[in-house]
């Protein structure tokens, strides 16, 4: 059997870092806005003639044990192992992965990756992936993630990768609450205001959150009355996207990524800077970094008739424009009958399915 998963990243909006655990309980609850887009992560388990073996098409990179208890720890596939680990894949099995997401994009791409690969091995040991409720599936991420990264994670990147959309995520004190706030028609109008640009810059996201946990921890002044202005203005923006208040979105991003480039060193970096200054020049509205910061992608609010003109001087700068679309859906798995002689070899170039933006 063939098992192929896929799932989409997610630009955050609005309210990330308060979706780590503890600050939502400290603060009385939070809510994170994000928009799930089709740069997407890709799982394939398949038959294998040996052991149990993990291959990283992005990093062309694989390793291999008799059993998945003994696949080694640490290294750039550490996640995956783990995750394989903790599944107890059975031998005779390959897990093939990979993403449309530049590396350390800031896009969530190793928190979609690892709910797809949830799911494929959970269905691959017989089960359904635990679809509804989430929250097993969710926390179950974010400890391993977090064992992984030897530090806390947020949780809104799981909630964007099994449910697509654009999102107001609620974190309370016994719940966790995923909100739609457009239907899919209405999808396409957010689309078409929207740039994401990778700056070339790889983002360490366990770093950068790091620092502000501490901090908001020790009770530094600028990072807890930066947060709780974050978290205003998410609540904020979540009122002005459900109406479609175009210049009011703009205002709001703006003003959460004046609020976050002001929370912990490294934040903002010269070239993050130089994208956002780049697309200003060119008529866009807003501008703030995707996930933790200190590099990775920024997203661009943009009048529809700039938005080509934003592109071309994001391009001119030397910057990387990504084209996307908004993933109407989340999490997606199949199984199908494998065919074929097993091989030990390099895999090949086939991948699952999915849209193209």
């Given at each position: 059997m063939i098992i192929d998963a896929h799932a989409p990243t997610r630009?955050?909006?609005?309210?990330?870092?308060?979706?780590?655990?503890?600050?939502?309980?400290?603060?009385?609850?939070?809510?994170?806005?994000?928009?799930?887009?089709?740069?997407?992560?890709?799982?394939?388990?398949?038959?294998?003639?040996?052991?149990?073996?993990?291959?990283?098409?992005?990093?062309?990179?694989?390793?291999?044990?008799?059993?998945?208890?003994?696949?080694?720890?640490g290294g750039p596939l550490d996640l995956v192992l783990r995750t394989v680990r903790y599944a107890g894949l059975p031998a005779r099995t390959r897990v093939i992965t990979s993403s449309d997401a530049p590396r350390g994009s800031g896009l969530g791409a190793s928190s979609s990756l690892l709910v797809g690969l949830l799911a494929a091995c959970e269905r691959r040991q017989g089960r359904r992936p635990r679809r509804a409720p989430f929250g097993d599936l969710v926390e179950l991420a974010a400890r391993l993630e977090a064992q992984s990264i030897n530090a806390p994670t947020g949780k809104q990147d799981y909630y964007a990768a099994l449910h697509g959309g654009l999102n107001a995520i609620w974190f309370d004190l016994d719940r966790e609450v995923v909100e739609p706030l457009l239907p899919a028609r209405r999808l396409g109008g957010l689309e078409e205001h929207l740039v994401l640009t990778f700056t070339?810059?790889?983002?360490?996201?366990?770093?950068?959150?790091?620092?502000?946990?501490r901090a908001y921890l020790d009770g530094v002044p600028g990072t807890v009355e930066g947060l709780r202005a974050i978290r205003r203005i998410s609540q904020?923006?979540?009122?002005?996207?459900?109406?479609?208040?175009?210049?009011?979105?703009?205002?709001?991003?703006?003003?959460?990524?004046e609020q976050r480039r002001r929370l912990a060193a490294g934040v903002s970096t010269r070239e993050v800077e130089r994208a956002i200054n780049a697309a200003r020049r060119a008529g866009a509205l807003a501008s703030k970094v995707c996930g933790a910061g200190g590099g990775g992608c920024i997203v661009t609010v943009v009048p529809a008739e700039t938005k080509y003109r934003v592109e071309g001087a994001l391009t001119e700068a030397g910057f990387r424009v990504l084209p996307f679309r908004i993933a109407r859906a989340g999490l997606r798995v199949r199984a199908r009958p494998s065919r074929g002689r097993l091989s030990r070899g390099r895999p090949s170039r086939d991948r699952p399915s999915r849209d193209r933006p």
């Open positions: 630009i955050d909006l609005a309210g990330g870092t308060l979706d780590i655990y503890p600050i939502y309980l400290l603060e009385g609850g939070a809510t994170t806005i994000n928009v799930a887009i089709t740069l997407r992560t890709h799982v394939r388990l398949e038959p294998y003639p040996g052991g149990v073996a993990v291959y990283s098409r992005d990093l062309a990179f694989g390793v291999e044990a008799p059993a998945a208890a003994t696949l080694p720890g070339g810059e790889p983002h360490a996201s366990g770093l950068t959150n790091w620092g502000m946990i904020e923006m979540r009122e002005v996207l459900r109406h479609g208040d175009l210049r009011g979105f703009a205002r709001l991003l703006r003003a959460e990524w």
